[in-house]
């Protein structure tokens, strides 16, 4: 599959010097890679300098958010360089797409994009194994106009940020949210990554932090009752050694790093159960001990501890283990797993 290449980006990238404290999503790959969907069709692929966008301001993105994104990574080993389940990553990206009524880029044009960014951005992702080179590859409608209707024109990105944790705790609070709802209780959006699901999680947010707390903890709509996911991570509990998670609903987004987990955790034999999880049976079983560990997982935030779910009135239940030997058993194996340092099914690793 073909892409242009604009043969500036080498020397931008060759100038180009990164702190060495890098947080997360804060410093760009001084190159991107773009796409338009016009006539019917997506047209070719280009690299070229990272710039800023000049957008009418009717584009239709701006009012009815039709946009959606994916969140992934490359790893250095030692000499070579990888990106973690290309394919994996494309066809969620599909399934995103489709969703909101944009056109699906194909898994072949997602995967050379991703892969074309990485290449000529290596000399900026550390060898350090702190850092990964986070790619975030996006879709928005840029037609021109204000009748509520899906776009016929839309601009594909990719861009890439090397970055470190998500989280610069060691451990999370997280706010059980009672009153708003992230997602509908079915036929929404909640099981795909549309810009939409995220905006309307920013209040909860917002609040979650005046209150002291780090995330929140989104609810089913439809009873109010049961766990679904963190906003941009999975939740999973370890009660009497088995891995518990909610079972996708069509309301919960299929991590892949929740689907990693499920593999890692059949090697290392810890049993994973999926099923419904009552938030009060939750904080009941944390305080009588039953829940030992918690964790919330993602591809930006890797494994993350849980040391407290909390109501924001301030009633909260602290994990009895946070880190625990479980916890870090699975971080451990995940580390392992991206960084091509354990057998994986051998389509997760792309080779740069
Ligand atoms: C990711 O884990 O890559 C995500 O997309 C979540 C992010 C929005 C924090």
């Known amino acids: 599959l073909s892409i242009k290449i604009d043969p500036n980006i080498y ?3 060759k100038q180009t010097s990164l702190p060495e404290d890098l947080g997360f999503g804060k410093y760009f790959s001084p190159i991107m890679v773009s796409a338009h969907y016009q006539n019917n069709r997506w047209q070719n692929l280009c690299l070229k300098p990272y710039e800023s966008l000049v957008l009418d301001p009717a584009t239709m993105v701006f009012h009815y958010g039709q946009s959606i994104f994916e969140g992934m990574k490359a790893y250095r080993n030692n000499d070579s360089l990888h990106i973690y389940r290309p394919i994996d990553h494309a066809k969620r990206f599909q399934l ?6 944009i056109p699906e880029l194909p898994v072949e044009m997602f995967v050379t994009a991703v892969t074309e960014l990485t290449r000529a951005s290596a000399p900026l992702i550390p060898q350090d194994e702190i850092f990964t080179f986070y790619i975030r590859p996006f879709i928005f409608a840029d037609q021109i106009g204000l009748g509520v209707k899906a776009s016929e024109s839309y601009l594909f990105l990719v861009i890439g940020s090397p970055s470190g944790d998500y989280f610069s705790d060691q451990a999370v609070r997280v706010m059980i949210e009672r009153k708003y709802y992230r997602s509908a209780a079915s036929g929404g959006t909640g099981a795909v990554k549309t810009s939409g699901n995220y905006a309307c999680s920013l ?7 005046v209150a002291g707390f780090h995330q929140s903890l989104w609810l089913d709509s439809k009873s109010g009752k049961y766990i679904e996911e963190m906003t941009g991570m999975n939740f999973f509990v370890v009660r009497k050694g088995k891995l518990v998670t909610p079972p996708l609903n069509n309301s919960i987004l ?20 999926e099923k419904p999880l009552p ?22 935030a890797g494994i993350t501890s849980v040391a407290l779910l909390g109501e924001e009135s301030g009633q909260s239940y602290a994990l009895h283990s946070v880190n625990g030997p479980i916890t870090t058993k699975l971080r451990q194996a995940l580390n392992n797993a991206q960084r091509g340092k354990i057998p994986v099914p051998k389509e997760w690793i792309l080779k740069i």
């Open 11 to 13: 020397a931008l990238v």
């Open 96 to 101: 995103s797409a489709c969703r909101i009524a």
């Open 203 to 209: 209040l909860s947010d917002y609040n979650a932090k």
């Open 279 to 300: 938030i009060d049976e939750v904080t009941s079983d944390i305080t009588n001990g039953q829940i030992e560990e918690c964790f919330i997982c993602g591809t930006a």
């Open 254 to 273: 299929s991590g892949i790093t929740r689907n990693t987990l499920f593999y890692l955790a059949k090697e290392l034999g810890i049993e994973v159960v």
